[in-house]
């Protein structure tokens, strides 16, 4: 399994995998539903959750179900228990969303959700995060996971995050982070995939942020919270549901 993981992902473009999991996703869960882990997304137990990375591979990490990974799961339980996301009415920007987050929400009669990606097959709106296609002020709340990883000028695509989320409005930018790094590492002359996942954890990456992450948002002129939810929960909590405790929920503000 962890080497049939490993080769999908690294073979297969992301944009292709989306379409295939559509299908295989129901047979999946036939084979490994049961009791030892829980998906707070689906609200589906099973006997274990699939391995996943790029390089070193983090066991029980991908939910068979959802596909969600442990970033994923720390999010909804977020959303679930320490906001009113969703029973309120907001107007919701999601970049490049991930496929199951995007199914539930588009369904959430107290949303109006929109969805943009420059690539992704599954998105309301073709953007590029450099320059979106939106009005100053535009969204209550903005999701962007493990993007800006992805662009070199990561402080343009921010102040375009900041751009248009009104104020008072509030957003999740999660992106692959070493908290041991005081200062992001990049360097943009690394070009080969090969060279990248050495680099940075993996091929299409440019750079792995630092806890000076929360100051590039800052300079954009979000106020920064870093949140580590997972601590909230019991040990046996985090390992039920597939958690990391160390990983860093970055919640951004707008005065």
Not at 67 to 74: V, Y
């Amino acid at each position: 399994m962890k080497k049939l993981t490993k080769l999908l992902l690294n073979k297969i473009p992301r944009p292709m995998l989306i379409k295939m999991s559509i299908w295989a996703r129901p047979l999946i869960y036939q084979f490994f539903k049961g009791e030892a882990f829980y998906d707070p997304i689906d609200g589906r137990s099973y006997r274990k959750f699939l391995p996943y990375g790029y390089g070193k591979q983090r066991e029980n990490a991908l939910s068979p179900g959802t596909l969600s990974l442990e970033r994923h799961r720390q999010m909804w339980l977020y959303l679930q228990n320490e906001t009113d996301f969703f029973i309120k009415n907001y107007k919701v920007l999601h970049i490049a969303p991930e496929q199951e987050f995007l199914r539930k929400f588009k369904r959430m009669s107290n949303l109006n959700y929109i969805s943009a990606d420059l690539y992704s097959p599954i998105v309301d709106v073709k953007a590029d995060i450099l320059n979106l296609p939106f009005e100053d002020e535009s969204f209550d709340i903005i999701f962007c996971n493990h993007v800006l990883e992805h662009i070199e000028d990561d402080a343009k695509a921010i102040s375009e995050l900041y751009r248009v989320m009104k104020p008072g409005g509030w957003g999740i930018l999660q992106v692959p982070m070493k908290n041991s790094l005081e200062k992001t590492y990049e360097d943009f002359t690394i070009k080969d995939p090969k060279e990248r996942q050495k680099h940075f954890g993996q091929y299409d990456h440019v750079r792995w942020y630092g806890m000076d992450y929360f100051d590039r948002l800052r300079k954009a002129g979000f106020e920064t919270e870093p949140n580590f939810y997972s601590k909230k929960f019991s040990e046996e909590e985090i390992k039920k549901y597939g958690l990391r405790e160390n990983e860093i929920l970055p919640i951004v503000y707008k005065k």
